[in-house]
């Protein structure tokens, strides 16, 4: 046979891809026979069922010599094979003796699943001349045609409306008061809830499905209403607020209750879907009785002609609507008051759900229950001996297995195909005979198993073995372009390292590595390992290399060395088992998975699966959190070792790595959930086969607590390979400096400092650059005594005061960042202050700044990102030069007129002028004291200096302020700094202050002697200090700003 | 930390500070106080800093010869370019400490990198130095101190990585430095020579890594890292001699026969 007939085979008669029935000689090939069914006794299920297999249930419950009255459900879960058991219960009884099954005796009537809806049964009932009443008959057959023929729309509002009507006509007050009905009917008959009620795939399209679902289809689900059905796409309830808002008064009444409470919407539902019986039977138009009497009158005359009935139903969904009736009928035990009715034996199979759905119905009237459970089919001996029967009858000629039906279907003649494996292969047997399990092997088959979402044989022949074989059969045809296998759950190789060597593999494109990965994960040990074995064949993994050979993998040669197992040698040493935490996939060894794990191991395991999608499958990355803190950890180290990363070592200053990489936001993984923002990110890992193992070994080195396992060198080798592949690019961004651009950050912040002192009026010792350093390493404070002349002053050093934490982090910045840690980079943060530093790095930063006159505003970076660490200085800076320029500016203003002012009083500001006035005012004071004058004596002390040193002071002022730096504010600023504009109006203050005080005296002196004119004597003394004062006082009173000075 | 053995490879002197002291100096000359008091700027009282400096003084001056002191003060005594750069300082000084066979650093470094996987073993600096002090009787008073110091210079000058309390033997950079700065003046960067040729070449300028026969692993893991990033190309040709490599499972490269290296080794 060619590889197009087995593919033809396996979907048109073994595995079928269109879920019509399979054909008898198929059916019986294939069977595999239940050896563990669970029987109870009765409808319910508290005492313990006896175990039979399917041949014993035969023999005792089927097989009924005394015509004893059997209603047998058969029950479990969807695609247990409650379907092929009741088929082939069937099927034996047929085939039986006539002592056993006698046709004149027995009526068999057998309902299939396929084809189960309302309309389906009907027909099969009618095909079957199950009804004899023919009214009835006429009725059904109308229904069946009219289904078919109908349009679906108005079909559809048929039924939606067969809804209302049954709740507007519920008075029984048993899950709503009839008031509230009439308010659901009303909500169901808005525009808004009837149009989403009879959307595509609704409720109402529900319905209509299972009333008239095509025969090439099977139900799975019989209940009507979902919560969705009263909920947007997105889940949301606008619906039900916009008929609130809207709607008629009575539905708006009843859409408010469905938001009072999330429970009503789920209430609303369940009351609903009681009502499907009714709707169904209205919609096909036939009562509650006529459906009885269907049966009813089945067994009566069956009962005249001598008859009993064997009834098999493989899915009673389809009686959905009449399944009450036809459980009651069927549960009426002949005999006594119903003498009129034959003996019924009734095998029903009903799902798991259905029966807990209506168990009231059930649990009075049935007499055996079979519960096919997963201790039924789910031993890997069942699958596998089932998947040798399917592959048998895949491979075999269709025309021998129909002959061999035909001639009885004895097991033992079973005809078993030809095919040949390209290698010795591993079979299985049937009837003592081996049959080949190929391309499979059992322990994929188990892993395929173990892999599926539902596991159930219906799961594992299509899933698995019509799904496998499919893309295998392909292969062989096409020849390229192969799919198989296919790894659906992603199990990983359980040998990682010969997973990411396979992925470094030249020559093959990635779907084939990621193929070759799958078998060595699926069918083989978990590993690569090569082996040449005694008669030369060379397997990898186990496998032998003629089945890579045939399914398109030929290209793959090992990886590494090929052990002889003849010689023993090797070019590679054996490695040391994984411990058992090392097992990758609870699909490869399920039975490992399922023992009690630690903590940390669940969490090694979740890791690994978690790192293996996010690299084979592109899947996002669940756990990136903690990937993102181990890389931290490895990169940066912790509080006291060492990270990968030598930092120091390199040119970086250990403050600057630890404190830029402290936010695990600055690390990023390709593929997390929550994208980071680009701007912050410094470390990033891009999805790749490198990242893949650099990400397993952090992992590995986490849960082993250290690098002692096995194929720690692999994955050291390969982490420290990614990290050096992106260190420059890390570091480059740590620093925000590259070949074009370096941040001169400790230069910033030493300028800042010093800007910062001479703003507040500190000393900064600029003699010599290591001088200078010394000095701006301390913290500098405002001092309260010192005040500032003009507004603008004042301002600036409220700015500096309310931006003292920035230029306090300068200032750490600066003392931390130019320490030359020893060690961890995080003990760079410590707050000592005994430190050794990078010296020749702070005294170059001082060099340069003292010879441009601290000012490198021209220096800065043009474009500086905000709140970034290391551009905070600059930023800052960029903030602080052009406030220095306009109060510089302000003050040489200030300056100017207070000189002004001074030469007013005192002529050219010069030592001779200054001289001459202050010994002026010390004889003025002179003179006050000798006549028992008491002036400000805080004044006269500030005039008690000799007139030449005091000038001499003056005269300094004066030079500082009018210095000729106005296109140098920084340089304005470091002159400016010491107040001498506040010394000099002081002194102005104090002349002006002098001259008010010789006007009083002179005026009260005037007055004193024009009372004492009489006393000759005083007469010459008063004179002279007139004289004296007078002298003074035209002096003062020729100036202009006299006025303004006496203010 | 470059001293004779017996040496208690003290911690202090990292190369980030001897760099620095280097750098000072390198200003113009500068008498040992005022190279302390540059260093600490005013702690120049605080002794345990002072002692500190002078360790790190004295390995640049004594131990590395890049410092040399005249008439009272201390001046370079080699070109400013060794001095220049992170790595050039790195290079100067593998120059120099790997020839020096009778040093602590040295012998526990050549022991270290014998030790292969047996290495993730020895859980944390204390039990090295412990395993490698009774296996080795010259180094019999080597204890944790001692490895921590030699742990910083070990990792800049790329004989492996810093792993919490582990070392990661890999010499990628360690190879490399001596690719970029001495291999074309035997063979040409892009041409494949042969492995045995190679490792003729290279055995006399790896004197702590024994590769007289199988490479241990920090040289392999090393020769894989560069590998990798593509800076050279391993191959193994039939019927050539082959260097086998420290046995990774799961590597491509167990083995050579040819090597290439490319220029780009230089960057």
Known sequence: MSWEQYRSVMERYAIKTDDMATEDAYFIATHMPFSQLDVYLGGKTESAPKHMTEEEIFDNLVYNPRNAHRLIIVRGDNGTGKSHLIRYLKARLENSASTVYDPAKEQLIFLRRLNNSVRGVFSQLLEQQVIRDPEVEEKLRRFVRSSDSRDEASFKTEILFAYVAAVSNDLSGSVYKPVICRDIASYLSDSRVREHLLREDGAVARCYNIITAPSNQVLKDTKVFSPTDFLDERGKSSIIKAVKRQGDPQASDFAATLLEDDSEIDRLVNYLNRFTREVIQRCADISSESTKSVFEQLRRELKRQGRNLTLFIEDFTGFTGIDTELITVLSTEHGGDYSDLCRVTAIIGITNDYFDQFRDNFKDRVTHQISVTDRSYGTNEFLIQMAGRYLNAIYCDPAALRDWERNGAALEDLPISTFRPPCAWETVKIAGRDVTLYPFNSQALTALYEGLIVKSPRAFLKEVLRAQLKEYFDGKIYGDGWDFPLNPKHVQMHKGEHASAIDRLEGLSSKDRSRLKSVFALWADGTAAGVKEADGAITFGGLNKAFLDDIGLSQFNGIGAIVDQTTGESAAPQSVPAPDSDSVSEAVRPAEARKSVSRAEQDYIRFQKDIDAWYSSGAPLQYHADYRKMLQSFICGDNKQCGAVNWQDIGVPAYVAAERLSDISCFSIEGQDNAPDPEKVLVHMERSAESRDALQALIKLRYFKGWDFDGSAYYQQRLLTWLERNKAAIIEKVTAANDQQQLSVIKWCLALQYLRAMIFGRRADTGSPAEAVKSLFVPFRKDDQIRRETKEWNDLVQFVLSRNPEFDSALAMLQKSSAATMGAIQLSRDTSDRRFYRGDELIEAAEQLIACGWDIESELPADIPDKHLLYNPASLLKKLYPKIRSVMAAERKHADAAAARLTEWIGELNQENLIRTLASVQELFRTFNANGILGSSALRIRFEKPPVEMARDVMKWVTVLTCNAEDMPVQQLSAYSGNALNSLCDFLRDIQTIAQLAEQEEARAKKELAKISTFTGMEAISEAARACMEALYDQLEGMEVYDDAAD | ?267
């Open chain 2, 1 to 267: 930390m470059f001293k004779t053995n017996p040496d208690g490879m003290r911690m202090e002197p990292t190369p980030e500070r001897v760099l620095s002291v280097c750098r000072m100096a390198a200003r113009g000359k500068i008498t040992r106080e005022s190279l302390r008091d540059a260093l600490t700027f005013g702690k120049n009282e605080d002794k345990g800093l002072n002692q500190e400096v002078d360790r790190s003084i004295d390995v640049a001056l004594k131990e590395l010869g890049i410092l040399k002191m005249k008439d009272g003060s201390l001046e370079l005594a080699e070109p400013a370019e060794v001095i220049a750069s992170a790595r050039a300082f790195r290079r100067y000084v593998s120059a120099k400490v790997f020839y020096q066979k009778d040093t602590t650093f040295f012998m526990f470094s050549k022991w270290l990198i014998a030790q292969n996987e047996r290495l993730f073993s020895l859980h944390n600096w204390e039990v090295m130095a412990k395993t490698c002090a009774a296996e080795n009787s010259e180094l019999s008073g080597l204890d944790e101190n001692a490895v921590l110091g030699w742990r910083f210079w070990a990792s800049f000058l790329g004989l492996g990585y810093l792993s919490r309390t582990m070392f990661l033997p890999n010499m990628k950079l360690r190879l490399q430095d001596l690719l970029a700065a001495e291999f074309a003046q035997t063979f040409r960067y892009g041409e494949t020579i042969r492995g045995t040729d190679f490792a003729f070449w290279l055995s006399s300028r790896l004197p702590e890594a024994d590769i007289s026969s199988r490479w241990p692993l920090a040289v392999s893991a090393g020769l894989r890292t560069l590998r990798d990033l593509g800076l050279i190309r391993l191959e193994t040709w039939q019927d050539s001699s082959r260097i086998m490599l420290y046995s990774v499972d799961g590597d491509p490269n167990n083995d050579f026969s040819h090597i290439t290296v490319y220029e780009e080794v230089c960057r």
